[in-house]
Nanobody, 121 residues
């Protein structure tokens, strides 16, 4: 009923920039939160950035000052602008959303399929 489609991953050099997009579609009445998580082999999936409203965002300490999360409520899309990328940013990045569906209204937590970001020379 609800899907998240990610795009924008790929290979980038250290110090470069990349912009990830995640578009939500389906039986959506309201999106409460949207965010980005990342995971590397052998480690847990960690929060990168979360946007709850236009003035309420959270960032992992490791990305503060380098990454910016934003949200387009008309397009039901969340973006992650990634600047000054480091090799340790290499991971699979997953989009996440908490959604209220259309009638009958229900809360749903939805994950994207993941997009690989590789930072290397």
């Amino acid at each position: 009923q609800v899907q998240l489609v990610e795009s924008g991953g790929g290979l980038v050099q250290p110090g470069g920039s990349l912009r990830l997009s995640c578009a939500a579609s389906g039986s959506i009445y309201r999106i409460n939160t949207m965010g980005w998580y990342r995971q590397v082999p052998g480690k847990q999936r960690d929060l990168v950035a979360l946007v709850i409203s236009a003035d309420t965002t959270n960032y992992a300490d490791s990305v503060k000052g380098r990454f910016t999360i934003s949200r387009d409520n008309v397009k039901n899309t969340v973006y992650l602008q990634m600047n000054s990328l480091k090799p340790e940013d290499t991971a699979v990045y997953y989009c996440n959303a908490v959604i209220v569906t259309t009638y009958p209204h229900r809360y749903r937590e939805v994950w994207g399929q993941g997009t690989l970001v590789t930072v290397s020379s």
